[in-house]
């Protein structure tokens, strides 16, 4: 008779761990998004970029600059820079824009800032009266710093795109003091 309880115990007891070993194979595991999946990669300026740009979602069509265009856009050349990606609306009538450079020096960050700065002055003028959408989304544009990178944001949602790249670790610039 004790044999027979024993095995009947030993019997449920296997059961049961089984069933545990089961449950917690089945179990999926959580994905990490895609900002975790950015902090583990090397952040560069086309990956920086293309985060805010898919953020974005597909009300703009985005065309990338070249190196030969910088100048007529932000007035420096791309020798400046170590690496650059730049994403601007197809359309004359959307003022969206996402550039992240990777200047040579800090006399080049220095060129970047005001680059950026006369370029959405000039941006700012044009829909001034043309676009009150525009020009708000303008207004609200991000201008921050990761590592070494200098980033300009004027995105549909420029709180999606802080915390973006605030998420990245990126900090915002004084746009007057350039720091």
């Given amino acids: 008779m ?3 309880g024993f095995r009947r115990f030993g019997l449920i007891a296997l059961l049961v761990v089984l069933s545990l070993v089961t449950l917690c194979q089945c179990t999926p595991k959580p994905q990490p998004d895609a900002i975790s999946l950015m902090k583990t990669d090397a952040l560069t300026p086309a990956s920086i970029a293309m985060e805010l740009k898919e953020a974005s979602g597909s ?4 065309v990338s600059l070249s190196s030969d265009q910088l100048s007529n856009y932000y007035g420096f050349a791309g020798e ?7 994403y ?3 359309s004359e009538e959307l003022s969206n824009e996402i550039a992240v450079f990777l200047p040579k020096d800090s006399d080049a960050r220095l060129r970047v800032l005001d680059g950026i700065n006369q370029r ?3 941006v700012a003028a044009t829909f001034r009266n043309l676009s009150a959408t525009e020009y708000k989304k303008i207004q609200s544009r991000l201008i921050m710093e990761l590592d070494s990178m200098v980033i300009l944001a004027v995105t549909n949602d420029s709180e999606l795109s802080y915390n973006i790249l ?3 670790g990126a900090q915002q610039i004084n ?3 350039g720091s």
């Fill in 88 to 90: 601007i609306s197809d």
């Fill in 80 to 86: 400046s820079l170590q690496d650059f990606c730049v």
């Fill in 120 to 122: 959405i002055n000039k």
């Fill in 166 to 168: 605030k998420e990245m």
């Fill in 175 to 177: 746009e007057n003091s």
């Fill in 59 to 62: 009300q703009v069509t985005w």
């Fill in 2 to 4: 004790r044999c027979i």
